[in-house]
């Protein structure tokens, strides 16, 4: 039997980074998407981020499969703006000062989280 191969997984702390850099990306370029607090509480921030898209995007992914598929994967854009604005009320509601002011906001602030985070994590597996 051959051993399948499988890209190395980052560790949790340098996804945690990666995930606190991208937020904080989205902070300076995306007018509504703002922050006000110390690195302690971006990294506050992105573990929530995360717990976020470990726990609850799956399952709203399932649950709207259809509708990505009718869209040809475009409603995923909306439910990342979605898992933004979700960060943003958990973040608020802890103290974090990371906020989202709305969907517009949260929708181009998750494109960018998404593509600074993809850059930066290909960037540490090589």
Same mark, same amino acid.
Request: hydrophobic fraction near 60%; proline fraction near 3%; glycine fraction near 8%.
């Given at each position: 039997?051959?051993?399948?191969?499988?890209?190395?997984? &980052?560790?949790?702390? =340098?996804?945690? $980074?990666? /995930?606190?850099?991208?937020?904080?990306?989205?902070?300076?370029?995306?007018?509504?998407?703002?922050? *006000?607090?110390?690195?302690? *509480?971006?990294? +506050? =921030?992105? $573990?929530?981020? +995360?717990?976020? /898209?470990?726990? !609850?995007?799956? @399952?709203?992914?399932? &649950?709207?499969?259809?509708?990505?598929? !009718?869209?040809? +994967? @475009?409603? $995923?854009? @909306?439910? /990342?703006? &979605?898992?933004? @604005?979700?960060? *943003?009320?958990?973040?608020?509601?802890?103290?974090?000062?990371?906020? !989202? *002011? +709305?969907?517009?906001?949260?929708?181009?602030?998750?494109?960018?989280?998404?593509?600074?985070?993809?850059? &930066?994590? !290909?960037?540490?597996?090589?």
């Amino acid at each position: 039997m051959e051993r399948e191969e499988r890209r190395p997984r &980052l560790p949790f702390i =340098v996804r945690l $980074l990666v /995930n606190a850099l991208a937020l904080w990306v989205a902070t300076r370029l995306v007018d509504g998407v703002t922050f *006000s607090g110390d690195w302690m *509480s971006m990294l +506050g =921030v992105a $573990l929530v981020f +995360g717990v976020v /898209n470990a726990f !609850v995007r799956p @399952i709203a992914t399932v &649950l709207t499969f259809p509708l990505i598929i !009718v869209t040809f +994967g @475009i409603f $995923l854009m @909306i439910l /990342n703006g &979605l898992m933004l @604005i979700l960060t *943003s009320r958990l973040s608020d509601a802890l103290g974090f000062g990371f906020h !989202v *002011s +709305g969907f517009g906001a949260a929708f181009w602030g998750a494109l960018v989280v998404s593509i600074v985070s993809t850059v &930066l994590s !290909v960037m540490m597996r090589k």
